[in-house]
């Protein structure tokens, strides 16, 4: 997706990043955030899953260790074994480590959300405000309240369940003016491309589409901030049935929002109108997802497996990919929603020697509200391993601090990551990811 002669638009993650929900109350004292000292409390700030996965296994059997696994299975994808691990020790933690204890809850929270059951969820987070979350930053106090407030808008909302009855291989195709993967989908008798996001933290919708789809949108309304700082109202609305080939999957929670909240800007009063994305929850149901550089979606427990691929995490509703840059581990977003991959300051700061002789340039992203320019470096070439294959990236975005999770990861990884392969697959049931064969490269005619 690009802006004319500045670089990708990278909307969906940054539009769903930055939920700014109206508070129903006044947010946590604002006194400085506890520092994890080091060990595994650092590893956890520090998104090292890796090596908190080593220090968990070699711990015995403790509250202590009860804490750092349930914290990891939350990351890992086990939301069973989380809510298990952290119910037990977080009354424990609420009266001998508020620090800890705000994590466990924020992160129990998150697992209840992830198992749709919004009403434990609000549970969780109302133990965590007022007592625990000013142990976090502001960033992260800001998040739980947006989270919370969309909880709150889901009380009592059943939960997304999936059956399959067949295989599921849906043609796609490239949108020609956004670049993004889409396939058609027929919901309620109305057929229309959907775009198809891993970056989405909820399915999306248009405001006027959900008229056309015939939805009941919800009386509770919230707010979402867009990438320039408007603010943009927001609905819910629950879809009772969505067939996705030989998956039908029930009550799929849509985010609603105004029409120019999703009208893209491509160019000088120009802009494209986005009506639809598919989001990871719906995926998440499908347990397996491949695409193909021939234009197919492939999904569901019968479809390629990749367990052998390189680890995937979670943070919150978004999938973390394991990555190695000069022999170290570091994990990036991973969006088939934005077209360029994009790496944040903790990036430049962790590998200072690429940046030797680069200066500045402009740079822009689109998303709800318009454009945000800015300056950034430029990376001429960046080399990544991902399990066993070996991945190499072309002018990469370098960007400023940008207020979002994206600042605490190494940044963001989009399609140009992987339209050089001929599929790649995001193992949901086994959080793994994989990278299928390489296209042959084409020549460049003299």
Request: proline share 6%.
């Amino acid at each position: 997706m690009r802006l004319r002669k500045v670089a990708s638009l990278y909307f969906t993650v940054l539009l769903l990043a930055t939920l700014s929900f109206v508070p129903a109350h006044a947010a946590a004292a604002q006194k400085s955030a506890a520092q994890p000292s080091s060990g595994p409390d650092l590893f956890i700030k520090d998104f090292d899953y890796s090596r908190l996965a080593q220090a968990v296994a070699a711990m015995p059997p403790s509250p202590d260790r009860d804490y750092f696994a349930g914290v990891l299975a939350n990351r890992d994808g086990h939301i069973d074994d989380s809510i298990r691990l952290l119910t037990k020790v977080i009354p424990q933690l609420e009266s001998s480590n508020p620090a800890r204890a705000a994590i466990a809850l924020r992160s129990l929270a998150d697992d209840y959300t992830k198992g749709f059951r919004y009403n434990d969820a609000i549970h969780a987070y109302r133990q965590l405000f007022p007592r625990f979350a000013s142990q976090f930053d502001k960033q992260e106090r800001k998040s739980a309240t947006d989270d919370y407030q969309l909880a709150v808008l889901l009380r009592n909302w059943p939960p997304q369940t999936v059956s399959f009855d067949g295989d599921i291989d849906l043609a796609t195709q490239r949108n020609p003016v956004l670049g993004t993967i889409e396939t058609s989908l027929t919901v309620n008798g109305v057929t229309a491309p959907w775009i198809l996001d891993t970056g989405a933290n909820v399915s999306t919708i248009s405001a006027s589409f959900a008229r056309k789809l015939g939805l009941k949108l919800s009386k509770g309304s919230a707010k979402v901030d867009g990438i320039t700082g408007a603010a943009n109202p927001l609905h819910v609305a629950l879809l009772p049935e969505l067939k996705v080939g030989g998956a039908t999957v029930r009550d799929v929670l849509l985010l609603v929002l105004d029409d120019d909240s999703l009208s893209i800007p491509t160019g000088k009063n120009q802009h494209y109108q986005i009506n639809a994305i598919l989001g990871f929850p719906v995926f998440q149901a499908l347990q397996r997802i491949t695409f193909t550089a021939d234009g197919h979606f492939l999904a569901g427990p019968g479809s390629p497996s990749s367990a052998n691929g390189a680890r995937l995490y979670m943070y919150q509703l978004t999938p973390l990919l394991q990555c190695s840059v000069e022999n170290r581990t570091v994990l990036f977003s991973f969006d088939t929603g934005a077209g360029s991959t994009i790496f944040s300051q903790r990036y430049r700061a962790d590998f200072p020697d690429q940046f030797k002789g680069l200066t500045k340039k402009p740079f822009g992203m689109g998303g709800a509200g318009g454009v945000r320019r800015m300056d950034a470096y430029f990376l001429p070439q960046v080399q990544l391993g991902i399990g066993d294959d070996h991945a190499v990236l072309h002018k990469v975005a370098v960007v400023p601090t940008m207020g979002t999770h994206l600042d605490k990861l190494y940044g963001n990884l989009g399609r140009d990551l992987v339209d050089p392969y001929r599929s790649y697959t995001i193992d949901i049931a086994n959080m793994r990811f994989k990278l299928g064969e390489k296209l042959p490269a084409i020549s460049k005619a003299k």
